[in-house]
């Protein structure tokens, strides 16, 4: 999670030319878009629909989706405004950047709870209504924030106490390495980063096998059940990217220095855009009863388009 920003571009060394700028710009907003619209979709069907908001289950996915659109749209917003004004206000720089880390970090946690949400309803079903209610639910997204905040904001404090008062007046270049520049920080924030993943695994394969075990007996919740969580698996994949990002760039620069550019704007697809697009087309459209009222909502849009 080292640049959850992401402009792609390396500075002033190696900037591509007008045309190839626009095109990659084009691209990213088309493919964001269209990943924020579907996301309004599904939050929209959320919040008309009793059923939703009384689920847990649906609760913990609408928030992730909330939390990857919120992502997606500062992560845009960084990328375009790194080809437009280029350097912008340290301030504001921060503030943008903290936003986004704490919902990339979010990410990976709501997975984890979504996956213990699955295996008490196929290996504790008797138990789920109990342990699963909407007000725990609600608890564990408050402890998803607080948990991010306890990870970034020492971040903030360490750059508050070591830069001059006059740095946070300047304009640089927004990625995280130029505002959080204290060689501290980058430590905590890797024995943080180690600590995170290797619980969430620890949650996701735990919970995996158990319900795998549960699904031999034929039971079809178990085995979609078992499918979904090794969807989360997947797309903690992809968000892992982030983790390695500073050196996948570091390989790309020596590896392909004649087309950087191009190879980091790939990267960028990958690690910021592709694991959020997962979300909405997958879990949302997968879910029978989600489906269901979402074509309500679209068909009722297109009525009253074409009305």
Same mark, same amino acid.
């Given at each position: 999670?080292?640049?959850?920003?992401?402009?792609?571009?390396? &500075?002033?060394?190696?900037?591509?030319?007008?045309?190839?700028?626009?095109?990659?710009?084009?691209?990213?907003?088309?493919?964001?878009?269209?990943?924020?619209?579907?996301?309004?979709?599904?939050?929209?069907?959320?919040?008309?629909?009793? !059923?939703?908001?009384?689920?847990?289950?649906?609760?913990? @996915?609408?928030?992730? =989706?909330?939390?990857?659109?919120?992502?997606? %749209?500062? #992560?845009?917003?960084?990328?375009?405004?790194?080809?437009?004004?280029?350097?912008?206000?340290?301030?504001?720089?921060?503030?943008?950047?903290?936003?986004?880390?704490?919902?990339?970090?979010?990410?990976?946690?709501?997975?984890?709870?979504?996956?213990?949400?699955?295996?008490?309803?196929?290996?504790?079903?008797?138990?789920?209504?109990?342990?699963?209610?909407?007000?725990?639910?609600?608890?564990?997204? &408050?402890?998803?924030?607080? #948990?991010?905040?306890?990870?970034?904001?020492?971040?903030?404090?360490?750059?508050?106490?070591?830069?001059?008062?006059? @740095?946070?007046?300047?304009? =640089?270049?927004?990625?995280?390495?130029?505002?959080?520049?204290?060689?501290?920080?980058?430590?905590?924030?890797?024995?943080?980063? =180690?600590?995170?993943?290797?619980? !969430?695994?620890? %949650?996701?394969?735990?919970?995996?096998?158990?319900?795998?075990?549960?699904?031999?007996?034929?039971?079809?919740?178990?085995?979609?059940?078992?499918? %979904? !969580?090794?969807? $989360?698996?997947?797309?903690?994949?992809?968000?892992?990217?982030?983790?390695?990002?500073?050196?996948?760039?570091?390989?790309?620069?020596?590896?392909?220095?004649?087309?950087?550019?191009?190879?980091?704007?790939?990267?960028?697809?990958? !690690?910021?855009?592709?694991?959020?697009?997962?979300?909405?087309?997958?879990? &949302?459209?997968?879910?029978?009863? @989600?489906?269901?009222?979402?074509?309500? $909502?679209?068909?009722?849009?297109?009525?009253?388009?074409?009305?």
């Amino acid at each position: 999670m080292n640049q959850t920003s992401s402009n792609i571009t390396l &500075g002033a060394s190696q900037r591509d030319s007008f045309s190839k700028a626009v095109t990659k710009n084009v691209i990213v907003v088309a493919l964001g878009v269209t990943v924020i619209y579907l996301n309004a979709s599904l939050i929209h069907t959320f919040h008309k629909q009793q !059923i939703f908001n009384t689920n847990p289950r649906y609760i913990l @996915f609408i928030h992730m =989706v909330i939390n990857d659109t919120v992502q997606l %749209t500062l #992560t845009i917003l960084l990328f375009l405004l790194s080809y437009t004004l280029y350097h912008i206000n340290v301030c504001l720089c921060s503030f943008i950047i903290l936003l986004a880390l704490f919902t990339t970090e979010n990410t990976p946690l709501n997975l984890s709870c979504m996956a213990l949400e699955c295996y008490v309803a196929v290996c504790r079903p008797l138990h789920h209504a109990r342990i699963c209610t909407v007000r725990r639910t609600y608890l564990f997204i &408050g402890l998803i924030w607080a #948990t991010s905040t306890l990870s970034i904001l020492p971040d903030l404090f360490v750059a508050l106490a070591t830069e001059p008062v006059a @740095f946070f007046s300047t304009d =640089v270049f927004c990625v995280r390495e130029t505002v959080f520049r204290s060689p501290h920080i980058i430590l905590k924030r890797d024995a943080w980063y =180690v600590l995170l993943l290797v619980v !969430i695994w620890l %949650t996701l394969l735990y919970t995996y096998f158990r319900i795998l075990f549960t699904a031999r007996a034929a039971s079809a919740d178990a085995k979609k059940a078992r499918n %979904t !969580i090794l969807l $989360h698996g997947f797309q903690l994949l992809l968000c892992m990217l982030i983790y390695v990002d500073p050196l996948l760039k570091t390989l790309l620069k020596y590896g392909f220095p004649n087309s950087l550019t191009d190879s980091l704007f790939a990267c960028y697809i990958i !690690i910021n855009i592709l694991p959020r697009s997962i979300s909405p087309m997958v879990y &949302g459209l997968r879910d029978k009863t @989600f489906r269901m009222y979402l074509k309500k $909502h679209l068909l009722c849009r297109l009525t009253l388009v074409t009305v």
